[in-house]
């Protein structure tokens, strides 16, 4: 079987991308105010991430060309120094293969050349996620750091980016 692929996200992506964010939402019932189901450049990922200073979107693409899953990384508020890791979704059939692990290994590898922590912010819900940011090196917070737009989010871990080879 040919390995999915990863590459940074193009226009023609943002559709199918929006679509996967949402559908993954809505399975956990959190399609609500507070979460990423509702940010405002949603449909438009590509043009938000290119247009910000140090920051990328990446996607995975099946043997098809189809976009299966993403995450992005981008300046996480006013905190110099801080990046946040940002909607990493995959479609249910890419799911357990490995691909979310890769995925973060990419943004990390970016990340720290630009900043010395990665922050981010996800829902209790999320079990499979959570024990997965626990594993490559995510530490939990018992509270968001300050200037986080997602109210409805639970759980927040933080990794310092210093110790990556």
């Not at 109210?151 to 933080?158: L, Q």
């Amino acid at each position: 079987m040919k390995q999915l692929q990863i590459r940074e996200i193009e226009e023609k992506d943002n559709q199918t991308i929006e679509r996967i964010i949402k559908s993954s939402l809505e399975s956990f019932n959190l399609n609500i105010p507070g979460t990423a189901y509702f940010d405002p450049q949603l449909g438009s990922l590509a043009q938000y991430y290119k247009e910000q200073a140090n920051s990328k979107y990446w996607v995975a693409v099946n043997e098809q060309n189809e976009v299966v899953g993403g995450l992005g990384i981008a300046p996480f508020g006013q905190e110099p120094g801080i990046c946040e890791l940002q909607k990493l979704y995959i479609t249910p059939e890419a799911q357990g293969k490995g691909l979310s692990k890769e995925l973060i290994k990419v943004a990390l590898d970016f990340a720290k050349e630009h900043y010395a922590h990665c922050y981010l912010e996800t829902s209790s819900k999320l079990q499979a996620a959570n024990r997965l940011y626990i594993k490559t090196g995510f530490q939990q917070l018992e509270r968001p750091l300050d200037g986080s737009d997602h109210n409805a989010t639970d759980a927040w871990f933080i990794k310092d980016l210093s110790f990556l080879s």
